[in-house]
């Protein structure tokens, strides 16, 4: 079982970015970003295909969020520019397996805020 | 977007006794590719989520048979046969046919 861990999360003030990482302790597939407001339920990011070509975002960050990958690093990553108060939550990587999530990483907090 | 909902949103259960959850989605989640691409997920306070069931019934490695899925189109049910103690926490359903994904908003477990 793959074993995921993000890092990058912190404080940031609006407008500013951050880019979020994801170590993979094995070859991954398709990945995805999912994230949680504290205490709120879980909102799906966005996904890149293994070869990283086959991208797709949430309405919410679309234009905003640039997912990428380094597969001979195992690493995934996003890219979040143009950062709102609303981008508050803790943010999971999670390797796709038929059609949904599978693993998932600890996750890390990222607040927006001046 | 597929939007999903469930209900109840709120679900005190007795131990040992059943308990279902339903999910419905606003648009087929029949994939061109004939499969139904939906997702259950649980979460205990202060964990990850971890994926219980995928494409409507077929339940993840090492999770209980206590637990099952089914549904087909847009109706979706999850079902507990005898809710243990450690089985409270969030259920989630989520769809994987459609761009964007979309995750259910919750379903609260404790016991009664």
């Known amino acids: 079982q793959v074993q995921l861990v993000e890092s990058g999360g912190g404080v940031v003030q609006p407008g500013g970015s951050l880019r979020l990482s994801c170590a993979a302790s094995?070859?991954?597939?398709?990945m995805h970003w999912v994230r949680q407001v504290p205490g709120k339920g879980l909102e799906w990011v966005a996904f890149?295909?293994?070869?990283?070509?086959?991208?797709h975002y949430a309405d919410s960050v679309k234009g905003r969020f640039t997912v990428s990958r380094d597969n001979s690093k195992n690493m995934l990553f996003l890219q979040m520019d143009s950062l709102r108060p609303e981008d508050t939550a803790v943010y999971y990587c999670?390797?796709?397996?038929?059609?949904?999530?599978?693993?998932w990483g600890q996750g890390t907090l990222v607040i927006v805020s001046s | 977007d597929v939007v999903m909902t469930q209900s109840p949103l709120s679900l005190p259960v007795t131990l040992g006794q059943p308990a279902s959850i339903s999910c419905r989605s606003s648009?087929?989640?029949?994939?061109?590719?004939?499969?139904?691409?939906l997702n259950w997920f649980h979460q205990r306070p202060g964990q990850s989520p971890r994926r219980l069931i995928y494409m409507v019934s077929n339940r993840d490695s090492g999770v209980p048979d206590r637990f099952s899925g089914s549904g087909s189109g847009t109706d979706f049910t999850l079902k507990i046969s005898r809710v243990e103690a450690e089985d409270v926490g969030i259920y989630y359903c989520?769809?994987?046919?459609?761009?964007?994904?979309?995750f259910g908003p919750g379903t609260k477990v404790d016991i009664k």
């Open positions: 989520m769809q994987g046919t459609h761009w964007p994904r979309t």
């Open positions: 648009l087929s989640l029949v994939h061109s590719d004939g499969n139904t691409y």
């Open positions: 094995a070859v991954t597939y398709g």
């Open positions: 999670a390797e796709d397996s038929t059609g949904g999530p599978l693993h």
């Open positions: 890149i295909g293994y070869d990283g070509t086959d991208n």
